[in-house]
Nanobody, 125 residues
Framework: QVQLVESGGGLVQAGGSLRLSCAAS????????MGWFRQAPGKEREFVAA????????YYADSLKGRFTISRDNAENTVYLQMNSLKPEDTAVYYC??????????????????WGQGTQVTVSS
């Protein structure tokens, strides 16, 4: 069991940057593969980024490559999502997710067992 709490969301102008944080408690974060998902109003939750236990490998949704960067600091039990060149279509609630065990990266909702409450990101035109 691991508890995840996202923070860092807010309102930014198009072209701006934002850094989201996901703080974990209950278990050592290094045991988990981590991911970020987002859900825009009226749409299904979609994959954003994933990272392996040590942070040595990352994976991104094709449309977000080059703009978003996922990283982790296991000593601080925190995962980050750096978002640059933000667009209005990036507006969504962003969720942190964790999976115990595995050998690669994971990009779908059923592959994750634990979720945070989400943090709102709003990008204005």
């Amino acid at each position: 069991q691991v508890q995840l709490v996202e923070s860092g969301g807010g309102l930014v102008q198009a072209g701006g940057s934002l850094r989201l944080s996901c703080a974990a408690s209950g278990r050592t974060l290094s045991w988990y593969f981590m991911g970020w998902f987002r859900q825009a109003p009226g749409k299904e939750r979609e994959f954003v980024a994933a990272i392996t236990r040590s942070g040595g490998n990352t994976y991104y949704a094709d449309s977000l490559k080059g703009r978003f960067t996922i990283s982790r600091d296991n000593a601080e039990n925190t995962v980050y999502l750096q978002m640059n060149s933000l667009k209005p279509e990036d507006t969504a609630v962003y969720y942190c997710a964790a999976r115990l065990g595995g050998s690669s990266y994971y990009t779908t909702i059923p592959e994750y067992s634990y979720w945070g409450q989400g943090t709102q990101v709003t990008v204005s035109s």
